[in-house]
């Protein structure tokens, strides 16, 4: 009997041994690397390294957008006693805007992870965790610091909460300022602590490039401060405007108002975060008439003398009344312009035939993107001639039946005062790599020449006129000189135009001797005044005369050189060093790369200069506008890719430059 249970019992061990060298040979052997993968699952985790945001400069490179290195502060309740969670909440009190009782609340809720803070300072992360049996872990949350807050918001737009950029630069640039995520493994221990990092594994983040703007932060603050004063002045409902360099395209300033602080993004609708300038359309009335006229006298239709019969007011077009807000009988085309007249231009837009017409509309830009650097840009509406009936041309031609973006009508007035040179408008300067290299380096984009540089001189001189003798008097500065043309235009109300709200503008340049910048300015249903000229042309005034006030030398205006002989230093258009032999600019690109010797720029202009520096590889910084009068590289010095050069411009007179 005992001799049976003794076999038992030995039969049942000996079963048992066998069973657990089987299921260790399963595991050792079988199921290896399965289990393997589990335990380095639960030991190993792959973490993501967020790159750092690149930065956001104005054109002379003070900061508007930078990083702050912020964290999220969990606890897991589970690494914790009653007594440290004590501790903590008392802790946290000291260092956040809560009471002790609150983070207590907090800790004690049913969770095991809980999230006591957002957007934490980094010292004071590493702070708490250093506190023992504090249970509180960080994770990485950075926090995206707009300088300025609400300047330029429209413009810049935001990130958001997952670091992703929204509207403006930040979302049309977002995928250059985010840079690359990094990835590495840790190794952890059974409470969740780092032990250990994986350096052969860990790939490293690379950070976003950074962006110069071609802004100017100084006058984009004066052009949001004037603008909401006009609203303030004249109770309007919102409020527009943009300044553009009308030689490069280059956008110097761009608001609407109202505006809002991309730092605390959220608490604004999206109604107001909508950047005006370039998604809405409003049709422009009386400044569109620039277009108009510069398209009859491009085609030799009308000369300014020439006098046209305005109807007193009042004209019977078709079955349609067309009326001037000011009653006259006869005014030569010069008169129809600065007076404003609907009327005359109504009559002189019948000497066009509509498929020319069209054509120099579209030349303009309308009914097509400007493709600005900004998301949800609207190309506007210009209905084809096939389309037209028979009064579209006519109120085309005063700035009905066609919608348009302020920017797209910026644009068209550059073309006005520039020589008739469309440009693409631009708003980025330079992409600049971690490293600090420029990787790209911006330069006025050509998009088509629309009238004649004769026919844009005119329009300058009558746009003065305007100011001077006509509808822009309030625009009329004592501290310089101006030009430009008035707007106002009816509103569409409930699909009908209403004799309540109206777009009061003014669209112009200054200073009107010497253009620097174009201005427009729009003010939407004003309460106090209707017309451009009495609402949107006193605002323009302040925004010029505080620009140029700001930049006295970037607006100066040349002056005859024997009135300030004795008071300037004169520097002669040519090479500084006689002695050297002057090496002319190449015939061809390909010419001058492959000699790789600087030539003698002075004398020539910006455009052409580009051409050749672009070629040659060379990074450079444009001062000033004109011809080129010096350069810091010398002609026929060797030159490599790796070089800048720095090129100063100024007003040529009989070979002469004056530097003020």
């Known amino acids: 009997m005992i001799k049976s249970r003794l076999l038992l019992i030995i039969l049942v061990v000996l079963v048992l041994f066998i069973g657990l060298i089987i299921k260790?040979?399963?595991?050792?052997?079988?199921?290896?690397?399965?289990?393997?993968?589990?335990?380095?699952?639960?030991?190993?985790?792959?973490?993501?390294?967020l790159p750092e945001r690149g930065l956001i400069y104005d054109r002379n490179e003070i900061l508007i957008a930078y990083n702050k290195n912020d964290f999220s502060l969990y606890i897991d309740k589970n690494q914790t006693t009653k007594k440290s969670r004590e501790k903590l909440s008392a802790e946290l009190a000291k260092l956040f805007d809560h009471s002790r009782s609150y983070y207590a609340k907090l800790i004690n809720s049913k969770?095991?992870?809980?999230?006591?803070?957002?957007?934490?300072?980094?010292?004071?992360?590493?702070y708490l965790m250093d506190i023992r049996n504090s249970g509180i872990f960080a994770v990485p949350n950075p926090s995206r610091i707009y300088q300025y807050n609400n300047l330029a918001s429209h413009l810049i737009g935001y990130v958001d909460t997952d670091f992703e950029g929204q509207n403006g630069i930040e979302g049309y640039w977002n995928k250059s300022l985010k840079g690359i995520e990094g990835k590495r493994i840790v190794e952890v221990d059974g409470t969740g602590d780092i032990i250990n990092i994986a350096e052969n594994e860990t790939r490293p983040a690379t950070p976003g490039n950074s962006i110069v703007l071609t802004i100017d932060k100084n006058i984009q603050d004066i052009l949001e401060t004037e603008l909401r004063e006009g609203l303030k002045t004249y109770k309007?409902?919102?409020?527009?405007?943009?300044i553009v360099d009308p030689f490069t395209g280059e956008i110097l300033a761009l608001a609407n108002i109202e505006d809002f602080d991309p730092n605390?993004?959220?608490?604004?609708?999206?109604?107001?975060?909508?950047?005006?300038?370039?998604?809405?359309?409003?049709?422009?009335?009386?400044?569109?008439?620039?277009?108009?006229?510069?398209?009859?006298?491009?085609?030799?239709?009308?000369?300014?003398?020439?006098?046209?019969?305005?109807?007193?007011?009042?004209?019977?077009?078709?079955?349609?009344?067309?009326?001037?807000?000011?009653?006259?009988?006869?005014?030569?085309?010069?008169?129809?312009?600065?007076?404003?007249?609907?009327?005359?231009?109504?009559?002189?837009?019948?000497?066009?035939?509509?498929?020319?017409?069209?054509?120099?509309?579209?030349?303009?830009?309308?009914?097509?993107?400007?493709?600005?650097?900004?998301p949800s840009e609207?190309?506007?509406?210009?209905?084809?001639?096939?389309?037209?009936?028979?009064f579209t041309k006519t109120f085309v031609s005063y700035g009905y039946e066609v919608a348009v973006?302020?920017?797209?009508?910026?644009?068209?007035?550059?073309?006005?005062?520039?020589?008739?040179?469309?440009?693409?408008?631009?708003?980025?300067?330079?992409?600049?790599?971690?490293?600090?290299?420029?990787?790209?380096?911006?330069?006025?984009?050509?998009?088509?020449?629309?009238?004649?540089?004769?026919?844009?001189?005119?329009?300058?001189?009558?746009?003065?006129?305007?100011?001077?003798?006509?509808?822009?008097?309030?625009?009329?500065?004592?501290?310089?000189?101006?030009a430009g043309k008035t707007g106002t235009s009816q509103k569409i109300v409930d699909g009908g135009y209403s004799k309540e709200h109206y777009n009061s503008s003014f669209a112009g340049f200054f200073p009107a001797d010497a253009p620097r910048a174009v201005c427009l300015v729009i003010i939407s249903s004003p309460s106090v005044g209707i017309y451009g000229g009495l609402v949107a042309a006193p605002v323009f005034k302040k925004i010029a005369e505080r620009t140029v006030a700001a930049n006295p030398l970037e607006f100066q205006p040349p002056r005859n050189i024997d009135e300030v002989?004795?008071?300037?230093?004169?520097?002669?258009?040519?090479?500084?060093?006689?002695?050297?032999?002057?090496?002319?600019?190449?015939?061809?690109?390909?010419?001058?790369?492959?000699?790789?010797?600087?030539?003698?720029?002075?004398?020539?202009?910006?455009?052409?200069?580009?051409l050749v520096l672009n070629k040659l590889g060379i990074r450079y910084r444009i001062k000033g506008t004109g011809k080129i009068v010096q350069q810091s590289i010398m002609p026929g010095e060797p030159v490599s890719k790796k070089m800048n050069c720095e090129i100063i411009c100024s007003a040529l007179n009989n070979n002469k430059a004056v530097v003020y």
């Not at 969770?111 to 590493?126: D, F, M, S, T, Y």
């Not at 309007?236 to 943009?242: F, N, R």
């Not at 302020?406 to 992409?431: F, H, T, W």
């Not at 006689?578 to 015939?587: L, T």
Request: proline share 4%; glycine share 8%.
């Open 24 to 49: 260790l040979v399963d595991i050792q052997i079988f199921k290896r690397e399965e289990l393997k993968y589990f335990a380095q699952r639960q030991h190993l985790k792959e973490q993501t390294i």
């Open 111 to 126: 969770r095991n992870i809980v999230c006591l803070e957002k957007k934490a300072p980094g010292q004071h992360a590493r």
């Open 236 to 242: 309007g409902t919102s409020a527009s405007g943009i």
């Open 264 to 374: 605390n993004y959220g608490k604004f609708s999206n109604e107001i975060r909508r950047n005006r300038i370039v998604t809405d359309t409003y049709e422009p009335g009386s400044t569109f008439k620039s277009v108009t006229l510069a398209a009859l006298i491009d085609r030799n239709l009308c000369s300014l003398n020439e006098k046209i019969f305005v109807e007193n007011g009042k004209y019977k077009f078709h079955s349609l009344n067309i009326h001037d807000s000011h009653k006259h009988d006869w005014l030569t085309v010069r008169g129809v312009y600065e007076q404003s007249s609907n009327i005359g231009v109504a009559k002189l837009v019948q000497r066009i035939d509509d498929e020319t017409y069209y054509k120099y509309l579209r030349g303009f830009g309308f009914g097509s993107l400007t493709s600005v650097e900004l």
């Open 378 to 390: 609207s190309k506007g509406k210009l209905k084809l001639p096939a389309q037209w009936d028979k």
């Open 405 to 482: 973006t302020p920017l797209q009508l910026a644009m068209a007035y550059c073309s006005l005062v520039n020589g008739g040179i469309l440009y693409q408008p631009q708003l980025v300067k330079r992409e600049i790599s971690p490293a600090g290299s420029v990787l790209y380096e911006s330069s006025p984009r050509e998009v088509r020449r629309v009238i004649s540089p004769k026919t844009s001189s005119v329009l300058r001189e009558l746009m003065k006129g305007v100011v001077e003798n006509g509808t822009g008097k309030f625009a009329k500065s004592d501290l310089l000189s101006v």
């Open 565 to 610: 002989r004795d008071e300037v230093k004169i520097i002669y258009a040519g090479n500084p060093e006689p002695e050297k032999e002057k090496v002319e600019i190449a015939s061809s690109t390909g010419e001058v790369e492959k000699n790789n010797i600087m030539p003698d720029l002075s004398g020539y202009s910006v455009r052409d200069a580009i």
